[in-house]
């Protein structure tokens, strides 16, 4: 997309709010399968304020059935702006069952995760637009949009 610097990037990045990530202690609190009460409202996540400056921001737009193999890296957050986006979640040091690096999202999720006993399923979630996740630093995930146009908006530590 060329060059992230400028005036117009400049105009363009003041419109978006960065989330806040949160402390290590708080996510030392995150466990595979649970979010603890303090943490969780309705579904939503408020974390603790901390001094990253860090940041790096990923605009994506991606099309029904495409999506992202499973991969990890640092924590980010993603939010959806348009369209409906699975979000399918392995926590560290887990492996991941019946997985293929040649093989799309979408046909892991309808070959693969059918054959998976429970205790070995992701933690599954839909996005749908203003929702955001967290995800923490080398959680394993994968994504998979829904709708015919998808938009994001990622931002990474």
């Not at 969780?40 to 999506?67: A, M």
């Not at 070959?111 to 203003?130: F, K, T």
Request: with cysteine; glycine share 8%; aromatic share 14%.
């Amino acid at each position: 997309f060329g060059s992230q610097f400028g005036e117009d990037w400049e105009k363009f990045l003041s419109l978006y709010t960065f989330p806040i990530f949160p402390s290590e202690s708080l996510k030392m609190k995150i466990s595979a399968k649970e979010m603890p009460k303090e943490i969780s409202e309705r579904g939503r996540i408020y974390c603790e304020k901390t001094d990253l400056v860090d940041r790096t921001l990923s605009f994506g737009i991606g099309g029904r059935n495409t999506g992202v193999p499973f991969h990890f890296h640092g924590p980010g957050f993603l939010e959806m702006l348009h369209g409906r986006k699975r979000f399918l979640l392995y926590p560290p040091k887990n492996s991941l069952p019946l997985y293929d690096p040649n093989v799309t999202t979408l046909h892991w999720t309808r070959v693969s995760l059918p054959l998976l006993e429970h205790e070995n399923r992701p933690l599954d979630c839909i996005l749908e637009p203003g929702d955001i996740i967290y995800f923490p630093d080398e959680w394993l995930h994968g994504t998979l949009n829904l709708d015919d146009y998808n938009v994001f908006m990622a931002t990474f530590a």
